[in-house]
């Protein structure tokens, strides 16, 4: 019994230390990075949607449309759908995030977490860093992958590191759209289910996979303003060669404008989600 | 409502509620409860399915804000000073569950380090708990691999690789099969034993009757009784006496002279009689009147009503589930 009321007593004088520091903010979302990590790991299926999936329609594509876009893409079908295909990576990369988020919830993991003191963003940074990285390991694959198959970068390492860099801003943005989702759905699955209604749409009405300029009018007015069209042309612009300003532009203001709307949207979906 | 405040003052409980409410739509899922587990006890709150202990201990755990009333966990506001408080406690539940996709020693050492422990300590002390738990062999097992128990025994774990001083167990055996619920119960006990305080939900009465000293049973949102076990046996139905007479024709004789001197008395199965034995000394008024009468008895016992009677006689369920 004196044991316990000490323990009381004690815990009492700590309470005053109150919130995290921010050395414990940064080492508990490490913790959560790694542990993200640690579930690829034990996981790779996880990593497939991003691996596999893209490297199964570069070769699709090149082999079975290639020839035939020959004439409409300057001769080399694989040069402008490799940054296209880096682009796509962002769309089931980043619904990854939501997922997993959701899966949290409905396992009770996320309730674990809230009853430690630990702090309340470390669930949220550990899920968008990890998705940041596997994203970057994806590229790494794919990107390898279609040297092999003859891709080659034309312009700079510089240049190519910076095209990722916009890809990556832009997946850092939807990543919070993919926060949100994953705290509103009920369930993993209908994360998934919202995920592509809204994804396939989207990636194959871009430039992704092929030029705009013979699609219709009206469906060329969403694809010029579609953000994965100016990933994709950004990629293509800095990896291959041509005018980048403006898709790198729109594709920056697009990824700023997703964050300020669902950054702050998905944390209070979060925090408010019991 | 019959409310026995439990712990005398307010410094010696662990956990305190006052008037706890917590609404769900238009229903109140809480309804104004009040408790005092004292530190150092094992407090069982009981009741069926859906009565309200899950929303008690989530509140509690600082994992949903009440709509009204106070509630404190060592003396802490579990809404003002959430963080302080969750430094104190522990969550094993239907609910709160470990990562399945990491190992049983990966999820210990995560907690661990976020218990700001250094890397090494983490470590020593995950290795620690699945040595307690009989986890083992399954540490590097993917969470995901283990049986019922092995996961039971591993949230436990997880609840207490901060060394809690208040522990809540929310349905903490249920589905597990009767030697994983002994084992499971035996560490509860030394849990108690070494002075942490636990507050755990349960359907069933057995193990409340196992575990707890003092009794809190919950009905849609209230409390319906509170006490120690044998005080909610008293308080229901007391102790009762049971004779049987050798001659079956004498049994009405019986009922009549029972029924005068206890207050009420019945005839039951297999020739027994039944009454409420309220003080001992009707024992004796029966026993004189009973020779008066040269009625021979052939059997003659006092019993009390079992505690899962009394759970069924307070909350009703029986006439839905049995």
Known sequence: MSTAEAGLARARGA???????????????????????????????????????????????????????????????????????????????????????????????????????????AVLNGHIVAAMLRLLIAAAITTGSAAVLGFRVHTSAPAFLAGLGVLMTLGLAISWVAVYIGSIAKTPQAVQGVGQLVLFPMMFASSIFAPTNTMPGWLQAFVKVNPLTTAADSARALMIGGPAFHPVWVTLAWSAALTVVFAPLAVRAYRRRS | ??????????????????????????????????????????????????????????????????????????????????????????????????????????????????????????????????????????????????????????????????????????????????????????IVRELAWNGTTVLLTTQYMEEAEALTRHIAVMDRGRIIASGSPDELKHQVSGRRLRVRPVDAADLPVLQGLMAEALGAAREEDLGYVTGPLAEDEKLNQVLREVAAKEIALADLSTFTASLDEVFITLTGTGREDH
């Open chain 2, 1 to 186: 409502m019959t409310q026995t405040r439990v712990a005398a003052t307010k410094s010696e409980s662990a956990v305190s509620t006052r008037g706890l409410v917590k609404r769900f739509g238009g229903q109140r899922a809480v309804d104004g409860v009040d408790l005092d587990v004292p530190a150092g006890s094992v407090f069982g709150l009981l009741g069926p399915n859906g009565a309200g202990k899950t929303t008690i201990v989530r509140m509690l755990a600082t994992l949903l804000a009440p709509d009204g009333g106070t509630a404190e966990v060592g003396g802490l506001d579990v809404v003002r000073n959430a963080h302080a408080v969750r430094r104190l406690i522990g969550l094993t539940g239907q609910y709160a569950s470990v990562d399945e996709a990491l190992s049983g020693r990966e999820n210990l050492y995560m907690i661990g380090r976020l218990l700001d422990m250094p890397a090494k300590a983490a470590r020593a002390r995950a290795d620690e708990l699945l040595e307690t738990f009989g986890l083992t062999d399954a540490a590097r097992k993917r969470a995901k691999e283990y049986s019922g128990g092995m996961r039971r025994r591993l949230d436990l774990a997880a609840s207490l690789v901060g060394t809690p001083q208040v522990l809540f167990l929310d349905e903490p055996t249920t589905g597990l099969d009767p030697q994983r619920r002994n084992d499971l119960w035996g």
């Open chain 1, 15 to 121: 309470a005053a230390a109150g919130r995290v520091s921010p050395r414990e903010w940064l080492r508990h979302s490490g913790t959560m990075i790694r542990r993200n990590l640690l579930s690829i790991k034990a996981d790779p299926e996880e990593l497939v949607d991003v691996t596999i999936f893209p490297l199964i329609m570069t070769v699709l594509f090149t082999y079975v449309f290639g020839g035939a876009m020959k004439g409409s893409v300057n001769g080399n079908y694989l040069e402008f759908l490799v940054p296209g295909i880096l682009a796509q990576m962002l769309t089931f990369g980043t619904m990854y995030t939501g997922i997993k988020l959701s899966n949290d919830f409905s396992k009770g993991v996320i309730d674990r977490f809230r009853s430690l003191p630990i702090a309340r963003s």
